[in-house]
T-cell receptor, first 112, second 114 residues
């Protein structure tokens, strides 16, 4: 089955540690996205990538970093510079601007 | 700037009653509109989309939405809700002049009352 996988589903980290969230898709989509979701805030765009080896900052990129070395993979690193990293993180991909986004199941990150 | 407004953060409705979730957008060019549903602790799933053509769009789970260009609205409706419709619903928009970004509303939580 084609789709998007995110791992792990739940992640706990100590304050001050960097952590990397995985996102893999086998839909052959060019564009991939990372969103952060907090209660009552909707989805806020962190980073997106339209093609391999290229990515752009979204609305809340500070404290996060990404890479896009392969079409299938778009990992997100939450660095120690992110002031309030506890949140639900969603990865998505899209075939093109005339198509909808497909979402992964999400990773819930809790920083202790 | 492009934006999406979901006017109600929460909507309570009795089971088997009709429901309308409101969405308004702002954009100066042609838009593509989407409604997504999110069940607790899951990702988002597409309910329906409007790209062009008929302004009444039918989606999954008995939902439909109507694109109204003059009102810049894309309200979601269902004639009779079920307890399984309890979820959060997101309206989203992209336009032909932007890159691949989609702008999301803040969501409407639908509570089904027995």
């Amino acid at each position: 089955d084609g789709g998007i996988t995110q791992s792990p589903k739940y992640l706990f980290r100590k304050e001050g540690q960097n952590v990397t969230l995985s996102c893999e898709q086998n839909l052959n989509h060019d564009a991939m996205y990372w969103y952060r979701q907090d209660p009552g805030q909707g989805l806020r765009l962190i980073y997106y990538s339209q093609i391999v080896n290229d990515f752009q900052k979204g609305d809340i990129a500070e404290g996060y970093s990404v890479s896009r070395e392969k079409k299938e993979s778009f990992p997100l690193t939450v660095t120690s510079a992110q002031k309030n990293p506890t949140a639900f993180y969603l990865c998505a991909s899209r075939l093109g601007r005339y198509n909808e986004q497909f979402f992964g199941p999400g990773t819930r990150l809790t920083v202790l | 700037a492009q934006s999406v407004t979901q006017l109600d953060s929460q909507v309570p409705v009795f089971e088997e009653a009709p429901v309308e979730l409101r969405c308004n957008y702002s954009s100066s060019v042609s838009v593509y509109l989407f409604w997504y549903v999110q069940y607790p602790n899951q990702g988002l799933q597409l309910l329906l989309k409007y790209l062009s053509g008929s302004t009444l769009v039918k989606g999954i789970n008995g939902f439909e939405a109507e694109f109204n260009k003059s009102q810049t609205s894309f309200h979601l409706r269902k004639p009779s809700v079920h307890i399984s419709d309890t979820a959060e619903y997101f309206c989203a928009v992209s336009d032909e002049n932007r890159d691949d970004k989609i702008i999301f509303g803040k969501g409407t939580r639908l509570h089904i009352l027995p």
